[in-house]
């Protein structure tokens, strides 16, 4: 069975930094293309970035761009999401999810499995 398991959000003054986890049991990671998402009140899921199965390309939302970096342990089965210079506006829950196809769609839709989601709250 395919589960991800996001871990590492918590409570984060404005300007400081937090790496997400999103581990993997079941199947191999890297033959995913994995997604970040995030959802704050009130507001629709939020694609955030992707990074592809087939070459490690790498995407950014313009909201997360020059801040955020994600990034894949495949020995470890593990993909990590760097924030930093997190603002209060980057509180929500974040999740990863799991696409079969290759490269980064673009398209939440294609993405079958998803984690629980971790909060990240950003506020001093």
């Known amino acids: 069975q395919l589960q991800l398991v996001e871990s590492g959000g918590g409570l984060v003054q404005p300007g400081g930094s937090l790496r997400l986890s999103c581990a993997a049991s079941g199947f191999t990671l890297d033959a995913y293309s994995i997604g970040w998402f995030r959802q704050a009140p009130g507001k629709e899921r939020e694609g955030i970035s992707c990074?592809?199965?087939?070459?490690?390309?790498?995407y950014y939302a313009d909201s997360v761009k020059g801040r955020f970096t994600v990034s894949r342990d495949n020995a470890k089965n593990t993909v990590y999401l760097q924030m930093n210079s997190l603002r209060p506006e980057d509180t929500a829950v974040y999740y990863c999810?799991?696409?079969?196809?290759?490269?980064?769609?673009?398209?939440?839709?294609?993405?079958?499995?998803w984690g629980q989601g971790t909060q990240v709250t950003v506020s001093s």
């Open positions: 999810a799991a696409d079969p196809n290759q490269n980064c769609s673009g398209y939440e839709s294609t993405f079958g499995s």
């Open positions: 990074i592809s199965s087939r070459d490690g390309n790498t």
